[in-house]
């Protein structure tokens, strides 16, 4: 596997898993408005394109609920709130983001998450994560998988996105990562331990795949 100087990585499913915390604030906003609650397993489907999103799948008729805004706001406060509860990083995350930075490469996350709550568990996490990108759209930085975030996070690095030397990875675990590799004009490492199985992440597109987070760490061609 190719060396790189900058890794950018998305968050929920490939550094932490966050889908028990996601759920119970999911499922606490439903309860709170009489909504049947959904299972982990519908959330991890749900997941990966931002949290309104989120919310539009998991609420039914989604937006056009009469009460969605408000269940919507009631989920953001929650899991502002309760993000930290069940939250871990995977198992050689840590030690593999370590040993990436004494090797002198720089770091960034990039999220469709909420930014308040990206850049919350990123910095309790890892603190060597150089650069974190959350949702906010408000700026005019569109979500993934348009490049935009991908893009702030390598300027933000004092990088120029659009260099033909430019040495960046894009990591992620869902369909989603994918098409904000190609988007951004990065190369794409689909992790096997988050969100989405293998065949569903050769069926949209990956090509390179990784079983642990140690294995990010080979250097050389395959």
Request: aromatic letters at 10%; charged letters at 25%.
């Amino acid at each position: 596997m190719k060396s790189y100087n900058i890794y950018i990585f998305d968050l929920d499913g490939t550094l932490l898993d966050t889908l028990q915390d996601l759920t119970s604030s999911v499922n606490f906003a439903l309860h709170k408005y009489h909504l049947p609650e959904r299972t982990i397993s519908e959330i991890r489907h749900f997941v990966g394109n931002g949290v309104r999103l989120l919310m539009e799948r998991a609420v039914p008729n989604g937006c056009l609920h009469p009460f969605f805004d408000d269940i919507f706001a009631t989920f953001r406060q929650y899991y502002l709130e309760h993000s930290l509860d069940t939250t871990k990083p995977y198992d050689g995350v840590p030690e593999m983001l370590h040993e990436l930075k004494s090797r002198g490469c720089q770091l960034a996350v990039v999220s469709n998450k909420m930014m308040t709550a990206t850049k919350k568990l990123t910095s309790h996490f890892f603190p060597e994560v150089d650069v974190t990108i959350g949702e906010h759209e408000a700026s005019g930085i569109r979500k993934k998988p348009a490049p935009d975030t991908v893009h702030e996070a390598l300027r933000q690095l004092d990088v120029d996105p659009y260099s033909s030397t430019l040495s960046a990875v894009y990591i992620g675990d869902s369909d989603v990562d994918i098409l904000t590799a190609q988007n951004a004009g990065l190369p794409c490492i689909s992790v096997l331990w988050g969100f989405r199985d293998r065949q569903f992440l050769t069926d949209h597109g990956a090509t390179v795949f990784v079983k642990t987070p140690k294995d990010i760490l080979k250097t050389g061609d395959d």
